[in-house]
């Protein structure tokens, strides 16, 4: 099934990227949605600017990463669903605050939490639901700063370290299911999440993100780094000595 042929499912219905993604597969031929997230009756906008973009049916999902045990109820009815998943997008994170969490340890274990064990839970959970249904095509936001963690921002990059890894395993637990995971590793992105902060080289904006992403999906590609342009540059990078690399800001 190709990713416009049945339901878009997007976990973090108010994401940026998200919405931004959702909004190019409805341009390319999908007409379903369906926008899970917290407070999921006040997504009025969300749904008016899908349905602009020729969506003929968008649903929505009351759905709170950080509860792990209603995942599996929450994943089995959107899967439930008709048309069925064609395509589910984890959309959902939080950067927290890197100061606070070296002091703070319930901080850090919140970033934690949601960056990745809720990452974890909901890959694992739609995993096993899109080998039964045979098909259907899993997009995981990794990031550059998982690629190797700095310690300016270690405690998100950590949380994206280990999710990044997970993702790649289960991509390789997929092979031959049918079901196909998509892993993008994009550098600073300029959006809500990083707003005030200084952009660091390589940026992009959430638009670009979703373009590279439905792109790739079109592709049938397994991983993309956003830009691309960031691939080489890491690969430099993680050969710089430990005593340059702990002084890289974010």
């Not at 976990?11 to 909004?23: T, V």
């Not at 969490?101 to 809720?118: K, M, S, W």
């Not at 993008?184 to 670009?208: I, K």
């Not at 792109?215 to 430990?242: E, N, S, T």
Request: positive net charge; charged residues 20%.
């Amino acid at each position: 099934m190709a990713p416009t042929d049945g339901t878009v499912l997007v976990l973090g219905g108010r994401s940026e990227i998200g919405l931004e993604l959702a909004e190019r597969l409805v341009r390319r031929g999908a007409r379903h949605v369906c926008l899970a997230a917290r407070r999921s009756a006040g997504l009025d906008a969300e749904e008016a600017r899908l349905r602009a973009a020729g969506a003929t049916s968008v649903t929505r999902l009351e759905f709170d990463a950080d509860d792990l045990a209603a995942h599996e109820r929450v994943l089995t009815d959107a899967l439930a669903a008709q048309p069925p998943v064609s395509v589910a997008v984890l959309a959902f994170g939080v950067l927290g605050d890197q100061a606070r969490a070296e002091d703070d340890a319930a901080h850090a274990v919140a970033v934690v939490t949601t960056d990745y064990l809720a990452q974890v839970s909901v890959l694992t959970h739609l995993a096993r639901l899109m080998r039964a249904q045979g098909h259907g095509r899993l997009v995981v936001f990794s990031s550059v700063a998982g690629v190797r963690v700095r310690r300016a921002n270690y405690v998100y990059g950590s949380a994206k370290a280990g999710l990044d890894g997970f993702a790649s395993g289960l991509a390789d637990a997929l092979h031959g299911s049918g079901v196909r995971l998509l892993l993008v590793r994009p550098g600073f992105v300029v959006g809500r999440m990083t707003e005030g902060m200084s952009p660091a080289p390589l940026s992009s904006t959430p638009a670009q993100v979703a373009e590279a992403v439905a792109d790739a999906l079109d592709r049938d590609r397994d991983v993309v780094w956003v830009p691309g342009a960031l691939r080489p540059v890491f690969a430099v990078m993680r050969l710089l000595p430990r005593a340059v690399w702990r002084r890289m800001p974010r």
